[in-house]
């Protein structure tokens, strides 16, 4: 197999991958970022409205970081760790003005300050945009700091496979030449997983084609634990029936919620916050009203920009009002839009802490939505995220740096772990017949939205794992169609499927386990948030077909848990 080596190695090309990729390289250490797709094409790219952040000067006179990490944590439903939620909040302002120096164009208000809008949850008005195409501009900027240096390798159109470590630690990352399929082994110091998410699990998401959590199951094959695998986010406002997402800077700057009977539904539901309440909260009041019989025939609810008026709409909301016109006829000036809840975010993920290192591997280290910090808790705040991506791919960055100053080489061999690996990627499309893996993919996404969805209960999800049992004993017998080595994508979907498989059994089990109702977590069977059992972290590893879950202490500083009213 080809070698290449480097001292570090970054799985991903979004805002946490290239953040801590520039801040590895700008230390003189040689980094490679691998990436599926050109690196502005990355999910970051797609972020809407906006990052938020405390900016001293130019935030509400009555808010402070304390506020933004209290709100960050109550968003959470108390299972954030709360010094995670202090960094967040303490280093928002300075990160937001670094991007801004280095080239992103943040809309301002009239007397020239960072312009910002309410998101929900938030107890002051603190979320930065530029338009509604924040993530594009962050990561555009970002892109074009860590390429112009010079000093980053872009392996793009690449695909990373599988980790290489040895008993305490991680050695480097088998990935692909997507174009002919050559592997090659990246040998590497350290390794920095910041793959993004995985909305393609779910029939309905929001995000893009490459979120097929390959990060996470990759980290789960070499005996790395997730953290809180069974929080999953489900946005409220999706667009009906292509699950675009419409984001909630539209509720920020106004939009109303609206039943078939017209009615403001969220009047019922949160009564101070109203359409600005966290997601977890809107997502089940709307399929709530859907269910009780007041959406409209096809299963969505309306929501109404028309009297923020043409000239607002296409200047704050352009990407809203174009994608309602395009995808659902409709012209939001003057009608509803229609919209219900899709899967959005993975507040899961990889367990490290708040440096963004990993416990189980020596050398190993994740940053974005790929890790859990764990800043988001059972639910994220929007907005939030990008700020995360920026704040920890840093802090990652800079404990990557940390680490290869005193780094000293092992001694054993690992180039056969390597071909076991590379091996590992062909037996899964070795059948010339059998089940094509795309039939089995269906029935995934299927199964993960009806039984593991915004409502579960026990029965559902224990028909899920056994479902999904099933299925990855069927993926023994998947072929795939194409048997060329030119961008023979069938063979990475296949590779997808796998890690797809592997994440869907761990959310469906550890989801099954938590005997709680806790932010994104909703068991109809235990309805209640119970902190005397459940106040702790799910850590969970895959080992064959058993999901093997331990626990650990949520940090908590200043903030007791409370009841979560808005
Ligand atoms: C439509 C939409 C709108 C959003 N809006 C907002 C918003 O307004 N504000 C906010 O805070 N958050 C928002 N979010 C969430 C936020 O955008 C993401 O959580 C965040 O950008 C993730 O960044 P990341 O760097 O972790 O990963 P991503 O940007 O998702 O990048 C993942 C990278 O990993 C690479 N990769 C994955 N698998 C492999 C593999 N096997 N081999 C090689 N490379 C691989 C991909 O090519 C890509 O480069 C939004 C999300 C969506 C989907």
Known sequence: MEKLSYDAVIIGAGLAGLMAAHEISKAGYSA?????????????????????????????????PDYMAYDTIKGGDYLVDQDAAELLAYKSGEIVELL??????????????????????????????????????????????TSGSGKVDFYFEWFAWELIRDESRVRGVVAFDMRNMVPFFFKAKAVVIAAGGMGMLYRHTTNSYIGTGDGYAMALRARVALKDPEFVQFHPTALYPSDILISEAARGEGAVLK???????????????????????VSRAIITEIKEGRGFPGGYVGLDISHLGEEYIKERLALAYEAAKTFSGVDATKELIPIRPAHHYYMGGIDVDITGKNPDVIGLFAAGEAACVSVHGANRLGSNSLLETLVFGRETGNEVVKFLQSFTEPSSDIDKEAEKAEQSAYDIVKKESGVHFGDILEKLRDYMWEFVGIYRDENGLKNAVSEILKLREQMKNMYVLD???????????????????????????????????????????????????????????????????????????KWKPEERVY
């Open 32 to 64: 490679a970022v691998i990436s599926k797709v050109f690196p502005t094409r990355s999910h970051s790219a797609a972020a809407e409205g906006g990052i938020a952040a405390y900016v001293n000067g130019n935030s509400d006179p009555n808010d402070s």
């Open 100 to 145: 801004e120096k280095w080239g992103a164009l943040f809309n301002r208000q009239p007397d020239g300050r960072i312009a910002l809008r309410y998101f929900g949850g938030q107890t002051y008005p603190r979320t930065r945009f530029v338009g509604d195409k924040t993530g594009m501009a962050l990561l555009h900027t970002l892109y074009e700091r």
């Open 259 to 281: 039943n078939a009977k017209g009615e403001r539904f969220m009047t019922r539901y949160a009564p101070k916050k109203l359409d600005l309440a966290p997601r977890d909260i």
């Open 483 to 557: 048997k060329s080595k030119v961008y023979n994508t069938e063979f990475y979907n296949a590779l997808e499927l796998k890690n797809m498989i592997d994440l869907g059994l761990v959310i469906a089990s550890t989801a099954l386990n938590r005997k709680e109702s806790r932010g994104a977590h909703y068991r109809t069977d235990y309805p209640k948030r119970d902190d005397q059992n459940w106040l702790k972290h799910t850590i969970a590893y895959l080992s064959g077909n058993t999901v093997e879950i331990t626990y650990k202490p949520v940090k908590m500083t």
